[in-house]
């Protein structure tokens, strides 16, 4: 509940001498915080329930003169590095100490993003400036932010192919979590590496789920023998003789 729909349940409150339980579940406090609201509208009226912050700026907030050098010390100076190297460069260089959630921030008031942006932050970035290209009625305004768009899609490009066969190098993780390199030679064989050792690989002719160079021999499981309890077993004895009571008519016959 904010500020002014306090005043006004309490000023009901005293005007027509209500109930203060009803006040105190409206707002959502005590009975003894009600009748702290009551003295201070008696006391001091509308004004009493103005926060005191309000107005004031909290104690780390940066100048806008700082938050604008920021910005074009970006755009101009340090525009390809991301956003933790850039913190680090304004305290070495430009003695600004300033965290990187804060640039990020001052950044990205202005649609300028790290060029290790995520796609789901490009995604949003590009949403918020075809809104903002579809509202406008200046030409000028929406060429700038087609420009932008551009750039956002320019921002990530990717890395050119090898350009002769047998340089390119492949990274692969096994289940266990071990790191390899894979190696593609110039006559097509195959090299893995994995920590300082380097084994070559053979295309197997159908897929099989484990390798007897590389993974361990899986013991195979014992079956259990079935115990057979000896003559003389209570179990035994009893199951005897249970079927000796069902065979008492084959002895009347004999």
């Not at 009803?22 to 103005?50: P, V």
């Not at 993780?173 to 390199?181: D, I, K, R």
């Amino acid at each position: 509940m904010d500020e002014n729909q306090k005043y006004e349940v309490i000023k009901k409150l005293v005007d027509t001498n209500g109930n203060k339980k009803t006040a105190a579940l409206k707002i959502g406090c005590s009975d003894r915080h009600i009748n702290r609201l009551i003295k201070g509208y008696q006391e001091q009226g509308k004004s009493f329930f103005i926060h005191g912050n309000r107005g004031r700026q909290p104690a780390i907030t940066l100048p806008t003169d700082t938050k604008q050098l920021i910005l074009d010390l970006y755009r101009t100076k340090y525009s390809d590095c991301n956003l933790t190297h850039y913190s680090e460069l304004l305290k070495e260089r430009e003695h600004i100490s300033v965290s990187v959630s804060a640039i990020t921030s001052i950044l990205r008031k202005e649609y300028i993003l790290s060029p290790k942006a995520n796609r789901s932050s490009k995604k949003a970035v590009k949403k918020a400036l075809k809104a903002i290209q579809s509202r406008t009625k200046s030409k000028k305004k929406a060429a700038i932010i087609q420009s932008s768009i551009m750039d956002l899609e320019d921002s990530h490009p990717r890395h050119p192919r090898c350009t002769y066969f047998g340089e390119m190098l492949q990274m692969d993780a096994s289940l266990q979590g071990t790191t390899a390199m894979v190696i593609r030679s110039f006559n097509g064989e195959l090299f893995s590496c994995i920590g300082e050792q380097v084994y070559a690989l053979e295309l197997l002719p159908e897929h099989k789920p484990s390798s007897k160079a590389f993974d361990l021999a899986t013991i195979p499981a014992v079956p259990k023998k079935k115990y057979i309890p000896p003559m003389n077993h209570p179990w035994r004895q009893a199951s005897f003789e249970k079927y000796a009571k069902g065979q008492r008519h084959r002895k009347e016959i004999a």
